[in-house]
């Protein structure tokens, strides 16, 4: 009988293991859509007097897509910097816009400004390592040795959100993760860290 409960709470926990994430997964999909779709459709009801689902967010898709095409060419670029500049000059907006910016392209591998690399540092005390993304590199001006120190994002319980540090080179732990194996790492809350990590030289660091 106890042998038959046991089984019977393993297959029900297994089930719950694939079930609960793809429900979860689901849900936030669902959510995202409904977010996103909702934001034209006030415009969409008053033009086409009824709601369409899906087009508002067709229609944004589009329009990403659009200012896309015109930051990649000449003109467009040169507008979209006026436009910027404007920004970066407007009161409020200027201290809100350009760190959104700073925290998107972060996130685009073919940016200067991207994560370089995940490493480990000991953080936030010595013995507890912490996961990070080099950010860039900063020399000690005046520096006799010429020292140069990495600059290190290391996200808390939100990605958004997290503390910067700088760390000597020996200081850090260089994986051979992608930015996108190390963001897998911080959104699952440990649980993608493969049971081994690989260390490539130092000399890969920018």
Known sequence: MERMKGAVKRTFFAGLVVVIPILITAFALYWLFRLLDGFLSPFIHEVAGRE???????????????????????????????????????????????????????????SSSSFKKVVLVEYPKMGTFAVGFLTSEVALKGDPRNQRLYSVYIPTNNLYLGNVALFKEEDLIVTDFTVEEGLKIVLSGGTAFPPAISRPNRTQLP
């Open 52 to 110: 369409i689902p899906g087009l508002g967010i067709l229609i944004e898709i589009v329009v990403i897509f659009l200012v896309g095409v015109v930051a990649t060419n000449v003109l467009g670029s040169r507008i979209l910097n006026w436009f910027q500049t404007l920004l970066m000059h407007t009161p409020v907006v200027k201290n809100i816009y350009p760190t959104i910016k700073q925290l998107v392209e972060a996130f685009h591998p073919s």
